[in-house]
């Protein structure tokens, strides 16, 4: 070892870490790894006490707004009453349909 880490080094460990983990997982792992490592550069700035610029090169929070819930109406209500017993009739009349041809299948 009289020169440290040579090219083929670098080669053979790169070709380990990607048998290792797999060629679909590594930029994911990168991309997780960069965040981590802004994550701990804003941490060690909020720590020295420079919150400014602490603040400017953290990500910013992703925030989700939760849908708001839709307010039933009676005519909605009676409007999918309908549309839910048309649908049970429909399920009811396959029902006899499937029963009826099931005698004639094991005739045959």
Do not use: C, Y
């Amino acid at each position: 070892m009289l020169n440290g880490l040579q090219p083929w080094h670098l080669i053979i460990l790169v070709l380990v870490v990607v048998l290792l983990f797999g060629a679909k997982r590594l930029p994911d792992a990168a991309r997780s790894i960069g965040k981590s490592m802004k994550i701990f550069k804003a941490e060690t700035k909020d720590l020295t006490g420079d919150k400014t610029a602490a603040h400017e090169d953290a990500e910013p929070v992703e925030t989700k707004q939760i849908p708001a819930t839709p307010v039933v109406t009676p005519v909605a209500t009676s409007a999918t009453d309908q549309q839910v017993a048309d649908l049970q009739r429909q399920l009811d009349e396959l029902k006899k349909q499937q029963a009826a041809d099931q005698p004639q299948k094991n005739v045959s």
